[in-house]
């Protein structure tokens, strides 16, 4: 059972979001929030394992309430911002202060409940084509990053290359020619090597250090 806090502001957007994850067997509303203030305090009571994170509220935002649940909350959820518009600064700074993936608050019920479960599973980027978007229109270089790529080997740097762009665990392990095991032990050996979280922020960071140049 996936555990789910739901976050935002319009309580209508919240009943629709609850109607949509309760009525599925494998996952469960076990809260809600108005706020990202609330949130916090949600999240340390409830101990959910994904957060649909409103990006816009009013006293605090979905920003800073995604650095306050990973920085607080000791082995914190996965973090789904929902947004109205896809591109979007707000969206972009969420994704860089931690949060997993983003949906559209227009996104059909399958789409919600197929990020729910992919966000969990932490092998795949959630909507590849749509961070890489947003990476490449708002990402800025960062020269603290800059070179921070040069630290991977041949093969990590080929490997996040195609996690970039969008492939799971298994589909590089087929591109490669290798064990899904060895993927994972490459994967684990970047991330950490690069500072990053997930996929997401490995994602965010290949942009910002200019690994990835924006097309």
Do not use: C
Request: proline letters at 6%; aromatic letters at 4%.
């Amino acid at each position: 059972m996936i555990s789910v806090l739901i976050v935002d502001d319009e309580r209508l957007i919240r009943a629709g979001l609850r109607a949509i994850v309760a009525a599925e067997p494998d996952l469960e509303v076990v809260g809600e929030a108005a706020d990202g203030a609330e949130a916090l305090v949600e999240a340390l009571r409830l101990r959910p394992q994904v957060v649909l994170m409103d990006v816009r509220m009013p006293r605090v935002d979905g920003i800073q309430a995604t650095r306050d649940l990973l920085a607080k909350v000791p082995d914190p959820p996965r973090i789904l911002v929902v947004t109205t518009f896809e591109n979007d600064d707000y969206v972009y700074d969420a994704l860089r202060a931690g949060a997993n993936g983003f949906l559209l608050k227009r996104s059909r019920p399958e789409e919600i409940l197929q990020a729910v479960r992919m966000v969990v599973q932490g092998d795949i980027l959630l909507f590849p084509a749509a961070i890489r978007a947003l990476a490449a229109e708002h990402a800025q270089p960062a020269p603290e990053r800059a070179g921070w790529h040069d630290r991977l080997t041949e093969r990590e740097a080929e490997v996040l290359r195609l996690m970039a762009s969008g492939l799971s665990n298994s589909e590089i392990a087929g591109s490669l020619v290798v064990s899904p095991q060895t993927v994972k032990t490459h994967v684990g050996n970047l991330l950490a090597k690069l500072g990053a979280r997930d996929r997401t922020q490995a994602v965010i960071f290949a942009y910002e250090s200019g690994f990835i140049q924006p097309r």
